[in-house]
Structures are given as C-alpha cells and as structure tokens.
C-alpha cells in the first residue's frame, strides 16, 4: 500500500497526516524519538566533565552547568549520530545550543537521517548555517515531507571553522557542544 505523509500543525501540536489507497486520513502527535536513545559521536572532548555523549539526549536543556552538555574535541567536522532504534519518519530535529557560553561555535550544521549511520548514504533533512548565539534554539525542518525509514539521525558540522579569535579554532577546527538533541517523529 503506497502512502503519502504530510506534515501540519495545530493547536501547537505537529501532525503527521498519513493517507493511503485503504486509508482516507489519520492525524498522528509526534514525539521526540532521540530521547534516552543510543549515541555515537566523532569524539569527546578529553578534559571533564564532557564525558557523556548521552547527556545530548537526556532531555535536560536550559542549564548552565557545562557538565550536563555534550562536548567533541576540537576536529574539521565534528558528528553526534543517534539510534533510534526502529524505523520512523521524522519531521524534524530540533538543537538546543549551550547556555554556558561559546554558542558561536555552532555553525554550518547539517542534519541527515538513514537506516545506514553511513553519512554518505543517508538523506539530508535540512541545514543550520548560523552561526548560532548562546542558548539559542533551532529548528531545522525535514523539508516539505519528512524523512521516511530513518533508523539514524546525524547532526554534523560541515564547513572548516570561521573563527579566528580562539586558539581552540586553529587550521579550521570545530567542536559540536549541544545540551539537546530532540528529533521529532513517529515510529513505523
């Protein structure tokens, strides 16, 4: 049966309307699929206490206390991939950027999902150009339609770093620190 997904709000609530050859209409809530999920990520920035790449998605956000952000090392292009852990649809990923400072740090995001963690194999859902502002929250949208069988969600950044007032930023480098990682969507 072929299916065809839409995306609509109301009454501050996101539906995902599914219509089918047997089906007329049904209206779905989504909810946030990345959390407590599994999370793999490029690296970890080595001094404490950004040791957890789960606090990205443990539900936590608004705080200043930067061990309850999750933190890479400084690398080009700096990754956190989440395992949602069945197929699902997904209508957007929503970035909680830290409020402990350094939020320009979070630029030229892009997000895709699959049901590979391959980043070459996966699907764009959108971009966050930025830079961004501490405590800032972004909202990239999947497009028109959401992604459809994602198994992972990878939020990367994909540019060298424009900063040049940090040492930390030398030769292009980044670091991806977020206090949250929600990916909203339903499970299939």
């Not at 956000?61 to 933190?71: I, M, P, V």
């Amino acid at each position: 049966m072929s299916r065809d997904c839409r995306v609509r709000e109301e009454n501050d609530k996101t539906m995902i309307d599914v219509v089918g050859e047997n089906l007329e209409y049904f209206s779905i809530k989504v909810e946030n699929l990345a959390l407590g999920k599994n999370v793999s990520v490029s690296t970890i920035y080595p001094y404490p206490p950004y040791s957890d790449p789960s606090n990205a998605v443990d539900g936590r956000t608004g705080f200043a206390d930067s061990g309850l952000l999750f933190h890479t090392d400084f690398e080009l292009y700096p990754w956190l991939t989440i395992a949602l852990g069945t197929l699902s649809i997904v209508k957007n990923v929503i970035l909680h950027n830290r409020s402990d400072g350094h939020g320009r740090w979070l630029h030229n995001v892009e997000i895709r999902g699959g049901i590979s963690s391959v980043w070459s194999e996966m699907n764009t859902c959108g971009t966050f150009v930025g830079p961004s502002q501490t405590g800032k929250i972004h909202t990239i949208e999947c497009g028109a339609r959401p992604l459809l069988n994602v198994l992972y969600v990878t939020v990367k950044i994909v540019r060298p770093n424009y900063i040049t007032d940090d040492w930390n930023a030398r030769d292009g480098k980044n670091a991806l620190g977020l206090e949250e990682v929600v990916v909203n969507g339903l499970n299939v």
